[in-house]
Every structure is written in C-alpha cells, then in structure tokens.
C-alpha cells in the first residue's frame, strides 16, 4: 500500500492566517486528486508492481477525494471507498458540524458559502465517470461526521457497478469503542478487493502458460 500526505495534512500543513488557509482549503481538493495520479505515475513504473492491478482504498476525505479520482483515472482498476460522501451541503448538515455550530442561522449562511467555494470539488459533479470501475462503498449508519445521507448521496450519483454496505458505527476513530466494527470494514473491503483482483491474476496465468 501506498499513500502521501494530503495538502494541508503532516509535512504539507499550511502555516499561515485566515487567507492562506482558506486558499490552502479550496485548493486542496484537487491537489489530493492531482496527487494520487501522480502516485499512480510512479506506481506504473515500479518493477515490484503489476501496472494493471492498483486498486484505490480510501477513507473520509480520502474516499471524497477517491471518488472523484477514479471517476478521473481508468488506470485504477477498482475502489473501496470507507465513509464517503457526496453534495456539500448535506455533508455540512452532519450532526458534529451542524451541533458545533450554536446558532442555526450562522451554520446556514456558512453552509452556503462553503457549497459555492467548493462547488466544483464536489464529487456528485464527477462520479458518474466511475461507470466501468467496479465501487465498493462502506458507510456507518450513525456515522456523525460523514452522515448516511450524505453517503446515499455518492452512491446515487456513481457509476455502475457499485455496491453499498452498512455498518452500525460512528465516523471511524470518534468512538474508541467500535474499534472491532472499523476492522471489519477493513478486512471486508480487502476480501471484496481480491475478488476484483482475481480476473487479472486469472490473465497473469493466461499469458504465463502461453510462454
């Protein structure tokens, strides 16, 4: 497995005031994105890796971000998207940011302005773009952070084929105790990964016992 810091995350934390952080915020979209094509990139050429078998697993941001990339990149042969959503301002309606904000009509105004900024990064303009990719999303159903209805609202708007499955969990790390709900997710999301795999390993063995 590979990965990098996102824009704004570890070694790239953005040091600055309201400004730059703001900008920071609206670019890191499609920073995150750009990134992992460019990861990919490096990936294809790495002898100790099959350049037709990378799969995408992402999480929170990471499966927001990840829906649109594989919407974007074919090279990516199937996705697992943990805890995704989709159409900003259902996102922003989820329980821990809408109950953080203790006067309605603010939460309001602010909801509206963050959908217009971030518009263009919004998945739901995009997934569609997944038709092809086979998409595995895993969603908790008293998620706090990414809500239910947010997830609803990246699986409508995906390609086929996809599939969605339920667990009885908060947002992944919110509440310590769910710890053996999250390795489930894990450890199905890669049985549901090697499934997809098999049909390129099957190739693989093809062409090997045609030498």
Known sequence: ?????????GERKINGG??????????????TINDGRRLIDYLQTHPDIDPER?????????AITGSSLTAFDKRIKAADLVVGGANIRVLLDAPLIKNGVHQPILHWFGKQIVAFIMQPADPMNWVSGTK?????????????????DAGKELYKYLGEPKEIRWYPCDHPG?????????????????????????????KITTVASQK
Request: hydrophobic content about 40%; aromatic content about 10%.
């Open 132 to 148: 092809g990719t086979p998409v595995l999303m895993q969603n908790g159903s008293i998620d706090t952070l990414v809500s239910p």
């Open 174 to 202: 919110l509440d310590k105790t769910q710890a053996k709900i999250v390795l489930q997710i894990l450890d199905e999301g890669l049985v549901w990964l090697q499934a997809q795999d098999k049909q390129y390993q099957q």
């Open 54 to 62: 990378i799969y995408l697993v992402g999480a929170s941001y990471g």
């Open 18 to 31: 309201y400004l730059q952080q703001a900008i920071a915020f609206r670019q890191r979209p499609w920073k």
């Open 1 to 9: 497995m590979a990965c990098f810091d996102q824009s704004m995350q």
